[in-house]
Antibody, heavy 118, light 106 residues
Framework: QVQLQQWGAGLVKPSETLSLTCAVY????????WSWIRQSPGKGLEWIGE???????NYNPSLRSRFTISVDSSKNQFSLTLHSVTAADTAVYYC????????????WGQGTPVTVSS | DIQMTQSPSSLSASVGDRVTITCQAS??????LNWYQQKQGKAPKLVIY???NLEKGVPSRFSGSGSGTHFTITISSLQPEDIATYYC????????FGGGTKVELK
């Protein structure tokens, strides 16, 4: 069965860049979209965006366009980059299989708590 | 943006009780709605998709219903392992989640 494992820095300074990576095990990136979602006490669950193995992306238009999602099909991984972070970006970030095209999210990565603080 | 409103925000029930959680959409989303279960410290897990379809491996005591703007998830007989926060998610227009309903044991 497909499993997702994610990693990245847990503490980021304001104005710097957040980078997270998600590896897919037990399956291919092909034929499905892969998403990033974050969860914070203030905003709850927010879908950030999705990517497929060709690199085609869709982003949540409700979020400011500071996010970039990329894919490395050779490593079966996809990544999230967020520039110019602020305290409002403090959240648990999840990767998951699915998105707008697939319509539901399953499975999910284990989550990466990210704190933005100097 | 489509707003998803869940009620109640929390509930307390006994083992064996029938539990129902409601999700209201701010506009018609037909049946484009999923439900997730999130246990403390864990990632959400899909329970119901397309409003009423049970995800593989999920116990049959879970069921979902609704269409348009009003949806429910029901646990027919609450078990200790069902203690979690439940979220609805729409995908009719963009993607958005409800605020969650925390289910606790009485």
């Amino acid at each position: 069965q497909v499993q997702l494992q994610q990693w990245g820095a847990g503490l980021v300074k304001p104005s710097e860049t957040l980078s997270l990576t998600c590896a897919v095990y037990g399956g291919s990136l092909s034929n499905v979209y892969w998403s990033w979602i974050r969860q914070s006490p203030g905003k709850g669950l927010e879908w950030i965006g999705e990517i497929n193995h060709f690199g085609s992306t869709n982003y949540n238009p409700s979020l400011r366009s500071r996010f970039t999602i990329s894919v490395d099909s050779s490593k079966n991984q996809f990544s999230l980059t967020l520039h110019s972070v602020t305290a409002a970006d403090t959240a648990v970030y999840y990767c998951a299989r699915g998105g707008i095209v697939t319509t539901f999210f399953e499975p999910w990565g284990q989550g990466t708590p990210v704190t933005v603080s100097s | 943006d489509i707003q998803m409103t869940q009620s109640p925000s929390s509930l307390s029930a006994s083992v064996g009780d029938r539990v129902t959680i409601t999700c209201q959409a701010s506009q018609d989303i037909t049946t484009y709605l999923n439900w997730y279960q999130q246990k403390q410290g864990k990632a959400p897990k899909l329970v119901i998709y397309d409003a009423s379809n049970l995800e593989k491996g999920v116990p049959s005591r879970f069921s979902g219903s609704g269409s348009g703007t009003h949806f429910t998830i029901t646990i027919s007989s609450l078990q200790p392992e069902d203690i979690a926060t439940y979220y609805c998610q729409q995908y009719d227009n963009n993607i958005s989640f409800g605020g969650g309903t925390k289910v606790e044991l009485k």
